[in-house]
Nanobody
């Protein structure tokens, strides 16, 4: 079964850090690009940070540039979203997806609507 499962979210104070995990099963993640997306209450899902399979093409939402980065652990078939200097506006459910379309300064998911993982909640508040 091909799937991605997100984990690692939690509640943190502003300025804190968190590392989200995206564990792949049923395929080799290293051969695909990775996209991280998030959805806040009342909002549509939006791209946060994306990277192509070879690392040559990237996308980051302006508000997370220099704060978030995508990491990989090939041995664990896992990708991560390292989040630093977290802000209340980062509060959302975070999802990962494979092989996003990174074109023209945007990142669009290829994940079918009914194929997203459970997501992981990130809450940033005092």
């Amino acid at each position: 079964q091909v799937q991605l499962v997100e984990s690692g979210g939690g509640s943190v104070q502003p300025g804190g850090s968190l590392r989200l995990s995206c564990v792949a099963s049923g395929f080799t993640l290293r051969y695909y690009g990775i996209g991280w997306f998030r959805q806040a209450p009342g909002q549509e899902r939006e791209a946060v940070s994306c990277i192509s399979s070879d690392g040559g093409t990237t996308y980051s939402k302006d508000s997370v540039k220099d704060r978030f980065s995508i990491l990989r652990d090939h041995a664990k078939n896992t990708a991560y979203l390292e989040m630093n200097s977290l802000k209340p506006e980062d509060t959302a459910v975070y999802y990962c997806g494979t092989d996003p379309r990174i074109i023209g300064g945007s990142c669009q998911p290829r994940t079918p609507h009914d194929s997203w993982g459970p997501g992981t909640q990130v809450s940033v508040s005092l």
